[in-house]
């Protein structure tokens, strides 16, 4: 298949441009610029960006990833995926081990058939402190056996770990997922400066929703957030629903750090639905007017973003619009190590949006099919 557009977004493009992209089966074989080589199959009318990847989301479409039945998990990717993400990355949340490694399991059997792209362990090795929306009963240390056992689990479907560096056995195991080719992530955390340099020292590469459920930044105590934002070592995810960030904030630090600022969404099953009471893991949930908090509380327990939603945010604060589907894009992939996702570029996945002169998808292909 030969399509074309008038405005296509190369990797490295600064804007888009005419050009065109080929596909056979569900590679990209050949793009470029400027006129096809021979007539198109299709002439494509919007902007054409790679399929989002999306590598931290509990769930969407009324459905959570935090389950034992596959059929739930598809339905929650179902619903990323009609607003353009071809590439998601499934989040649990703290749970018993027994729970976590029947839920692991499931997901991974997702991962293995190419559904999934891997499987995020955010909890239970968070800090009691800044736990958000995980019970606190079963927060743990992580040492290196516990963590080791629920990676097996995973049959390496596990790509990403979210854990609080000051808890006991935490640089062992941050070193041990290093080993394994998985990412540590420091968030839900009360970590010092210090303590967040060593944990990047012993192989930590990303802020797991940076300002979020971690020790705030403070003139005589930066804490977690200058320790991960000043380190080109580590990729920052950020939430742009404009709730737990201030977009003003995001577009900074997207100007900042041009290559390391990944946009995530946090989704929960509310994602992609409609407001009402759901469940995030053990913990009840009230959504109203697009805010998840747990029941009776103000505490923020995940999001209802979807990821194309968080690009359109980030343009309406300034973030140029090829910058901001980078984050969405080129940039998770290469935070996780996926790679064939989130570029335009020969031998990647055949895997685009048609975005319309609003951002909003008019059209999603994954895979060299259209969804």
């Known amino acids: 298949m030969l399509l074309s557009a008038d405005r296509v977004l190369f ?33 494509l009318t919007g902007i054409v960006v790679p399929g989002y990847v999306d590598v931290h989301s509990h769930g969407g479409g009324g459905a959570s990833f935090v389950t034992e039945d596959p059929d739930v998990a598809r339905r929650a990717l179902a619903a990323h995926r009609r607003l353009g993400v071809t590439t998601m990355v499934a989040s649990l949340v703290t749970g018993t081990t027994a729970d976590l490694t029947r839920q692991v399991a499931c997901l991974a059997g997702l991962v293995e058939s190419g559904e999934l792209a891997g499987i995020h362990l955010e909890g239970p090795w968070l800090a ?56 540590a992530a420091i968030g839900h955390t009360d970590a010092d400066y210090d303590t967040c340099r060593a944990a990047v020292d012993a192989g930590a590469t990303g802020a797991t929703h940076l300002f979020n459920a971690m020790a705030p930044l403070r003139h005589r105590e930066p804490g977690p957030v200058l ?74 327990a995940g999001s209802t973003l979807t990821l194309d939603r968080a690009v359109r945010n980030a343009v309406a604060a300034g973030v140029p619009l090829a910058r901001a589907v980078r984050s969405a894009t080129a940039l998770p992939a290469d935070y996780l190590s996926l790679p064939d996702v989130g570029r335009l570029a020969a031998g990647h996945r055949a895997d685009l949006v048609v975005l319309d002169d609003a951002l909003v998808a008019s059209r999603v292909m994954h895979a060299g099919a259209w969804v």
């Open 128 to 183: 009691l402190e800044y736990k958000g929306a995980h019970p606190p009963l079963l927060l743990a240390d992580p040492l290196p056996d516990a963590v080791a056992e629920l990676l097996d689990a995973g049959r390496g479907a596990v790509r990403m770990v979210t854990i609080a560096p000051e808890r006991t056995g935490a640089m062992e195991s941050i070193r041990l997922m290093a080993s394994r080719g998985v990412v």
């Open 227 to 300: 320790a991960l934002w000043e380190d080109p070592r580590v990729y920052l995810e950020l939430i742009m629903d404009g709730v737990h960030v201030r977009p003003e904030l995001v577009a900074f630090v997207a100007a900042t750090e041009p290559d390391r600022v990944v946009f995530v969404t946090d989704a929960m099953a509310a994602a992609a639905s409609s407001d009402g009471d759901y469940v995030l893991g053990e913990l009840p949930v009230e959504v109203r007017e697009g805010v998840a908090r747990i029941a009776g509380t103000d505490t923020i």
């Open 11 to 43: 990797p490295d493009s600064d804007a888009p441009v005419a050009g065109w992209v080929e596909t056979a089966g569900d590679r990209i074989v050949a793009t470029g610029t400027g006129a096809a080589p021979r007539a198109a199959d299709e002439h």
